[in-house]
């Protein structure tokens, strides 16, 4: 049973371009969480999605983040006109519904910003 | 509002017990959630806490006190490979993990 998928594993964009980060939840799960760390620092709650849905997005930018998880494919995220200080780690976890306590992270997605 | 608490550095040695104590405010709190994460990878799920009391899990024990807003997990038998950081995690009823700056737990020979 595979766990969750995010690509690309690396990625490194220049200054004003878009950075489109993917994730595909573990099988049978339709509950998807995203997070950002800062180097040193622990996870930031981004966004809650169900399938085709935002739950609550209460830890998104307003600006130039936007996230989506159509009912067919992975989940992304896109940050628009990427600058230096959008550089970290990004990990997506998913979860079999909100009763359901655990959250099972994917190995993330680093962005480096030049 | 929303305040997480837990040392920042634990320091033990092989073999020994160590305890990483976690106090948080945060509402609609649903439970407390323990995750280990190595040299930055991805955060590896430990314990959960929705009632008060102890929970077990092998080596790692997890504590929940909901009146006091106080956790902690207990690691016994320490190994090498606990090296690692760790972080308490209270669940809000959003289902958002909160997650503070982590324990950096060392373990020496």
């Known amino acids: 049973n595979a766990g969750v998928m995010q690509n690309p594993r690396h990625l490194v964009r220049r200054r004003g371009q878009e950075a489109r980060l993917r994730c595909s939840p573990m099988?049978?799960?339709?509950?998807v969480y995203w997070y950002r760390q800062l180097p040193e620092e622990g996870l930031k709650f981004m966004v809650y999605l169900q399938k085709e849905n935002i739950i609550d997005e209460s830890g998104m930018p307003k600006e130039r983040f936007s996230a989506e998880f159509p009912k067919e494919g992975p989940s992304i995220l896109r940050i628009q006109q990427v600058v230096r200080g959008d550089s970290a780690a990004y990990f997506c976890?998913?979860?079999?519904?909100?009763?359901?306590?655990?959250?099972?992270f994917g190995p993330g997605t680093r962005l480096l910003v030049l | 509002g929303q305040s997480l608490e837990q040392p920042s550095e634990v320091t033990a040695v092989e073999g020994a017990i160590v305890q990483i104590n976690c106090t948080y405010q945060?509402?609609?709190?649903?439970?407390l959630s323990w995750y280990q994460q190595h040299d930055g990878g991805a955060p590896t799920f430990l314990s959960y806490n929705a009632l008060d009391g102890l929970e077990e899990t092998g080596r790692f024990s997890s504590f929940l006190s909901r009146s006091d807003s106080y956790g902690y997990l207990l690691l016994q038998e320490l190994q090498m490979k606990d090296s690692a950081s760790y972080f308490c995690a209270p669940r809000g009823n959003t289902g958002k993990l909160i997650f503070g700056q982590g324990t950096t737990l060392q373990v020496k020979p």
């Open positions: 099988k049978g799960h339709s509950h």
């Open positions: 945060t509402s609609g709190f649903y439970g």
């Open positions: 976890a998913s979860s079999l519904g909100l009763a359901d306590e655990t959250q099972y």
